[in-house]
């Protein structure tokens, strides 16, 4: 009897101590996790150097994207002016128009080849975005210059003496009345130097002068360049049909001393860039 007494005693007190044990812990104070303010501080922290080092990685990653649109842009550009060229007995296009290196003005040359026809504002597309004949990185020539990011060098309907004997302030005022001389492609000397198609603002890559043409800024026609001309670059077509990017400081400069396709030495005999 008493090994079964103490048995039952034993079971009783050991269930009373967990009852007592579980009220206990019910009526304890739950713990509650956080962040002290020197760990959120010191995670901002992280996050803000992160971001700074990401940020200016994921702005160069779009901007060569961009750049990589433009470089097809022009290379499909510059292969409609070959195509037109195979329809017009290998001469380059020439409307007797002074201005036709404006981007407002070749481009009618070229756009049914292009396949984006004769329409007015046929450089976007349906839902608004920038085709074929505006760069991405071009804020400036959608409103400004009839939505063409590009030109077309004037060396391909001047002969070279032309060529040598101008100015820039000819081409914005034809003021030494050069008359437009249709060339061929067999008059190209160096195709892979010579510049077909180019961007006239240099949009992916600036200096403190901003986003700016060939003669810089501040030039006085006829033939005082401006500031900041050499700065940046542009992406260029070759007349032989590929594309690249060029800093203007490796273009040869044109007699006004600027990196001006339009006017290089020799015109369409000579050489754009090495």
Known sequence: MSTLFYRKLKVNNSYQFDLRRKRLKSHSPTRICAFTLIELLVVIAIIAILAAILFPVFAQAREQGRKTVCLSNVKQSALAIRMYTQDYDEGYPNTNDPYLFAGKRWRWCAMPYLGIGQKEKGNFNADGTPAILICPSD???????????????????????????????????????????????????????????????????????????????????????????????????LADGHAKFVQAARIHPSADDCPDIHLTVDGIAGRDID
């Open 139 to 237: 804020i400036i020539s959608a409103q400004k210059f009839d939505s063409t990011s590009y030109g077309y060098s004037a060396a391909f309907y001047h002969t070279p003496e032309q060529t040598n004997q101008m100015h820039f302030g000819d081409l914005l005022n034809n003021a030494g009345g050069f008359m437009c001389v249709t060339q061929t492609e067999a008059a190209v000397a160096y195709p892979s130097q010579k510049v077909l198609i180019a961007e006239w603002l240099n949009s992916h890559q600036f200096g403190s002068g901003g986003r700016i043409g060939y003669w810089g800024t501040g030039y006085v026609k006829p033939a005082t360049p401006g500031a900041h001309r050499w700065e940046g670059g542009r992406v260029y077509a």
